[in-house]
Each structure stands twice: as C-alpha cells, then as structure tokens.
C-alpha cells in the first residue's frame, strides 16, 4: 500500500500543481453545489407545494372531450342519457371514463387513498314536517302538499361535511358500513328541524322523492343521527331558490339509500357524482394515483383534477429553474472533467520516467493509476469539503433571491380565481396566501442527500479525469524507461 | 548453476517492410558472484540485451532461464519485482522522495525477506554506500549524480535479489565517481556473491570486471 504514501508525498512536494487543481476544484465545486442545492430547493418547494394544496383530487367532468365529440358528431347528444334532473346517470358517460359513480368507486379502490366521499343532492318532499326558514314571523312555507328539503347522498362512514367541520354530528351516529352498502333507509336530520318538528333519534318519518321519470316514491326513514350544519347560505340564493337551500333543510342518506328510491344497480352505476373528492395519503402521491387510475380505466370525459392549475401556476417557474439548474450541474461537471482531465494528462508526461522507474522495480500498473486517481481525488474531497462552507453560502443566497422572485410574479396570477377547482369541495381549497406564506420557508440548506451527491459528484470527477494518464500508464512500454535515456 | 541463460534468444526490430535482426541466436550464462560487462558500439542492441534479461521486453525466439526457470512462467512483472534490480544511467530514482523513502519505496513494492522496520534497514545500507542520514532524508533532487547512482545501487541491494543489471550506470559522471561505482559493483559480485551485469562504452571500466563481453552481429563474444 505504499503507493497510497507516493500519492500523499508526490501531492506535498508538488504545491504548486496541488494548489492548482485544489483552485479548479473548489471553483467547480462550488458551481456544482450551487446548482445541486438549487434544485434540490426547488424541488422541496414542489413538495412543500403540493403539501400546502392538499391531497385531495377531484374526479370531474372533462367537458372539453365531451364537447368535441359531440362537434365532431362522434357522440351523439340523445345517446347521452338523460343529463336533465336532479340525478343525472349516463351508461355513455360511465363507458367512456367520465365522473360516474362506478369509474369513482373504481378509481378509489387504491393503496393511496385515505378517503373518499362523494355527494349527491336531490330534492325530496315531506307533507308531515316543517320546514326550518330564515323568516321567523311566517313560519314554515307549506308548499301545497308539502316541504321541501334537500337530500344529499354520502357513500363515506362519515360524510365529507363532517370530516371538515362544515356539520356535526350531536347526538345519535353515522350509518354503518353496512348501512351504506345495503342502502338501508337510515337517515341525519338537522337539530332544528328535529326540535321543530319534535323528532328524536330512533323516530321514523317519511318523505316522498321523485327523481327522473321515476314514479313518487314514498319512503320511511329512521332517524340515527341528528345534526348541526355550520353552512352559512347567502340569503340571495335562497330568496331565489326557496328555504331548501338551507342548509339545516337538509337530509343525509346513504348513497345506495337510492334503491329504495327504484334505481336499478346499473343505473345507480352510471350516475354521474361530480361532486366528489377523494383525499390520498399523501400529497406526493398525486401523480403516482393518477397514473393507475389512467391505467384501470381510461378516463376520457373526465378528469382527475389535483388543483393542478393553481400548482402549475404556483411551481411552472420554479420547475423549470430546477431543470436549468440540474443541467448546469452536468455541464459545469463535464467541463470541470475535461480541465481537470487535461492537467493531470500534461503532467503524466513529465511522469513517465516515473512509472518507467516503478515499473522496472516490479509495481503493479494498477498501483500506479491508483497512485494517479488517488492523487486527484485527495485533493477533490479537500475541495469539496471546503465548498460545503462556501458553497451553501452562495447557494441559499441564489435560491433564496430566486424563489422570493418566482413568488412574487405568481401572486397575482393565482388570484384570477381561474386556479381554483370549482367543485362543491372549493372551501376546502387552502388560502393561496398561505401557500406561499408556508414556502417561502423552505430550506435550503445543506442536507446529507446534497453533501452524498457532491461527494459523488467529487469521486466521479477525479476518476474520470484521470482516464487518459491511466490510459497512458496502461499502454506503457516499461522498455521506453531504458531506450528513451541512451539515445 | 548459472543464474541466467539465455538459449538460442533472437530479436528484431521492423524497419520499413523488412525486419533488421539486433540479437541473433544469442547464448550465453550468467554466474553468481561475477562481475560482467559488455561493450559494442553504438546501435549494436546493448540496451535491447539488458531489456530482455531484465524482463522488460519479451523475446521473440528462444527461451531466458532464471535459476533454470522460465522467466515466462515467473511472469515478466514478478520477475522484475522479486529477482533483479536495475541501475540506469540516469532517472533512477522517484524525484519527489528522499533517498530513503526511495529505497523503502521498492522494499514495499518487492516484499522480499528484509528486516523491518524498512526505514532503518535502508537508512544503514545508504550508509554503507556512504550516503548518510542528513543526506539520505534529502531530497534526491538535492543529491550528486554520483550520490543519487549510489543511492539506486543501494536500492538495488535493498531487495536482497541475485541479479544487477545496469546501463551505463556511470555515463553522466566525472572519472573519479566513475571508478568509485565500479568498486562498488565489483564489490557486490565478490562479497555478496551477486551477478552484476554492466553495459558501458568505457574500456577502463570494461577492464576492471571479471568477464569483458563484446555484443557484435547479435552475438556476445567473451574477450578473455
Ligand atoms: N523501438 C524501436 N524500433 C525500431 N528500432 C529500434 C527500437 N529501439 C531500438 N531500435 C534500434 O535497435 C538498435 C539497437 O538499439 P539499442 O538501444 O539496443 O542500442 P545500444 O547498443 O544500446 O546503443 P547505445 O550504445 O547508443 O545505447 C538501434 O539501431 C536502434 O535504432
Ligand atoms: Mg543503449
């Protein structure tokens, strides 16, 4: 192992050279690490990102395809199915990968997701019970033969209102799995209709829907649980719509509840349930969910919307800063090769009488280019090391300026609203503020993963700059040692 | 038993289209303890001789025996770290050690059976050649030419091999280091029972060794 002692003695006696390369090496390490803690930080921005947004998707109607089709006289508007109605289902729709309650349910068949609701609303009316109404002088609107309120079917344990504060639940619980599977008439009812109308949990009342063509259908419910809703209406929507906007007019049914209604299996299947959201385990999944979800079906009238438009908005800049600076980190390496390269392949001709002296006492060529690599890469881990100070200096300084600015351009185009899914879910959307507010806060420091990757970056470039002196050894004539001297 | 036979050896070089032969059905046997040398003019294939029996070069026909092996079945690499050192007229040592740690140097390299610790055994055989320890913990760059061949005669000696082959090992110096070297290897071929086999273009120094050879038409001729 004495060849590793030459390395050491061979670097000591030759300052000048050894300072030199030291120099390359330190600039091109702290170019490299400039960029690799660059990217690394705008990739955190993009997780950061996508955190902030959430983990929820929304499987909507992609009414682009739909449109198209139809102008292109691919599909045919009566074939559609009856899209008027309260409930709305479409075999064409279901077929064709669009938001039907069948392609949900298949799509949410996934490790990734953690749960998932999705809401039907549909208008029932009731002859026995009150109304609740916003006008205490006239009390409850008797709409001839009876009160209408709002149905909304939920397929989770607990409904998505729950989860999010918009309801609670006050006294008595949830429908059971089995509840909501075999569609038993289980029934939520809000405080203040139950205290107007003097219901208790276990009470039955019964109500009269009419969906589609459907004849009326009259249909006793068992109140399980009793509510309160937090959702505030705006009074304009319900001096135009009537008091069943209210929220505490509103009834919780299971989804498959539907079947009692008179819905066949396949049609409850073929509903359309744009009004959903699936919420994954976690943010970073997104993609890899969307991915198989393209992959059990194909999702051609509709989409599986992550509020990619406010993230493309938000990290468009940023992403391409951290490509940028990923290629720079190749072409600064590439170029710090070849400098590097050249160096130590000038200098081994002035070495040859050496490895002509160490091959004729009988050392090993592979000792001697270790020797050679090992000279350089000393001095590269030196460098490198040393860039750890300097180059984080430099490169939380660059990022810092440059994520600050993206920040600032992207603020106002977020703000059009356009970013925004509009799905019923929409309050769910995180403040954009917010987002960025939670951003601007990511680290740019160094990390284990940036010093691996330099130390990587380091090792590689000294083997590879000494390719051509190791060539040279390789190829070496130990007779040139004796015939080169004499003549 | 000769240390070193070289059998019916040949080798040539391609000039133009056609190949000029430098050794031609060369013979001859190398003992222990004797002191050779060989002359020829210029041109006439000495340095290609001593490439070949040091194992830097391969022959082209025939056969070079060490102790009645195969050099080929040695492996040229090993022969040249385990069973011969060579002296050559100049840039015999690693410019950026001292003279010691050029000598432990090939101690490492060879690993043949020398006393440890390495540094004091080279340290006492540089001093035997007069090098002494201020000297020998120089730079070699710091050293005379007639200091530094001493110093690549004492790394030779180091690894406790049998065979010392050298080319014109005295070309660059003055007559009196000259006279001095020589000494030295006819030193080593009497008291440690070596062979020393030295090219040179230098009669007096031919004059002194056992065995003068002269190296004409790819053959080598005893003198005496
Ligand atoms: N690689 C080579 N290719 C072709 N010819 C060569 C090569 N090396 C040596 N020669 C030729 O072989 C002949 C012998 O060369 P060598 O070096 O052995 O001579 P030498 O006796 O040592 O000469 P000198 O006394 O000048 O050192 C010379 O004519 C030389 O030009
Ligand atoms: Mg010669």
């Known amino acids: ?325 990923g290629i720079l980190v190749v072409i600064i390496a590439v170029a710090g090769a070849l400098i590097i390269g050249l160096i130590t392949a000038l200098t081994v001709n002035e070495r040859k009488e050496e490895i002509g002296i160490l091959l004729a006492v009988g050392e090993s060529k592979l000792k001697i280019v270790s020797q050679f690599v090992l000279e350089v890469t000393i001095i590269a881990v030196i460098a490198f090391a040393l860039s750890s100070f300097t180059g984080s200096y430099l490169g939380e300084n660059i990022s810092k300026a440059v994520l600050d600015s993206e920040l600032l351009e992207t603020q106002d185009s977020s703000y059009d609203g356009k970013a925004y899914n509009k799905g019923s879910y929409s309050k769910d959307q995180k403040n954009v503020q917010d987002i960025i507010a939670k951003e601007s806060t990511v680290d740019i420091s160094l990390n284990p993963t940036v010093l691996l990757q330099l130390l990587g970056l380091g090792l590689s470039l000294s083997v590879l700059s000494t390719v051509i002196p190791s060539l040279y050894v390789m190829r070496f004539n130990p007779k040139q040692i004796l015939t080169n001297r004499n003549s | 038993m000769s240390i070193l036979n070289l059998e019916h050896v040949s080798y040539g070089y391609i000039d133009g289209n056609k190949k000029r032969m430098i050794l031609s059905d060369l013979s001859y046997q190398f003992e222990r303890g004797k002191f050779y040398t060989v002359l020829g003019p210029s041109g006439s294939g000495k340095t290609t001789l001593l490439a070949i029996a040091g194992g830097l070069e391969k022959t082209q026909e025939g056969k070079l025996l060490f102790d009645g092996k195969n050099i080929n079945d040695i492996g040229l690499g090993r022969y040249r770290k385990k069973y011969l050192s060579f002296v050559f007229q100049q840039f015999n040592l690693i410019p950026y050690l001292t003279a010691v740690e050029n000598v432990v140097n090939v101690m490492e390299i060879t690993d043949n059976k020398v006393p440890k610790p390495y540094k004091e055994t080279a340290l006492n055989l540089l001093n035997q050649f007069g090098i002494v320890k201020s000297k020998a913990e120089r730079s070699i760059l710091k050293l005379s030419g007639g200091e530094q061949q001493r110093v690549a005669i004492a790394r030779g000696l180091a690894t406790n091999v049998d065979l010392i082959l050298a080319d014109e090992p005295s070309g660059n110096l003055d007559t009196a280091t000259e006279k001095e070297i020589i000494k030295i290897f006819r030193s080593l071929a009497k008291d440690y029972n070596k062979c020393v086999i030295v090219v040179t273009h230098s009669e007096g120094v031919s004059s002194l060794s056992d065995i003068q050879l002269e190296l004409k038409d790819g053959k080598l001729i005893e003198r005496r």
């Open chain 1, 1 to 325: 192992m004495y060849f590793m002692k030459r390395a050491l003695k061979y670097l000591k006696n030759k300052k000048g050279k050894t300072l030199l390369l030291g120099f390359i090496f330190l600039v091109i390490a702290n170019f490299v690490l400039a960029g690799l803690l660059v990217q690394n930080a705008s990739k955190k921005a993009q997780e950061q990102t996508r955190i902030s947004i959430g983990a929820d998707v929304n499987f909507i109607m992609n009414w682009d395809e739909l449109l198209n089709d139809m102008n292109r006289g691919v599909l045919d508007r009566d074939e559609l199915g009856n899209m008027k109605g309260e409930v709305v289902h479409s075999n064409i729709l279901s077929e064709g990968g669009g938001p039907t309650y069948k392609n949900f349910m298949e799509i949410v068949d996934s490790d990734y997701v953690e749960s998932y609701d999705v809401s039907v609303s549909f208008e029932v009316i009731s002859e026995g019970l009150r109304q609740y109404t916003l006008d205490t002088n006239s009390g409850s609107t008797m709409n001839g033969n009876g009160a209408v309120f709002d149905v909304k079917l939920f397929s989770a344990a607990e409904p998505r209102d729950f989860t999010d504060g918009t309801a609670e639940l006050t006294s008595g619980r949830f429908a059971t799995r089995e509840e909501i599977d075999s569609g038993l008439n289980v029934i939520l009812i809000e405080e203040n209709i139950a205290e107007l109308n003097n219901l208790r949990l276990g009470d039955t009342f019964s109500v009269s829907a009419s969906i589609l063509d459907y004849q009326n259908v009259d249909i006793d419910y068992e109140i399980v649980g009793i509510y309160r809703t937090f959702e505030v209406v705006d009074q304009r929507m319900v001096g135009k719509g009537g008091d069943s906007l209210l929220s505490q007019n509103r009834f919780y049914i299971p989804f498959n509840a539907l079947q009692s209604i008179g819905m066949e299996k396949s049609e409850i299947d073929d509903i359309l349930v744009t009004s959903n959201v699936i919420s994954l385990k976690d943010p970073l999944n997104i993609d890899a969910f969307k991915e198989e979800a393209e992959q059990k079906i194909e999702i051609k009238y509709g989409r599986l919307d992550a509020n990619d438009a406010l993230y493309n908005n938000l990290m468009g800049p940023i992403e391409s800063l951290g490509n940028i600076s």
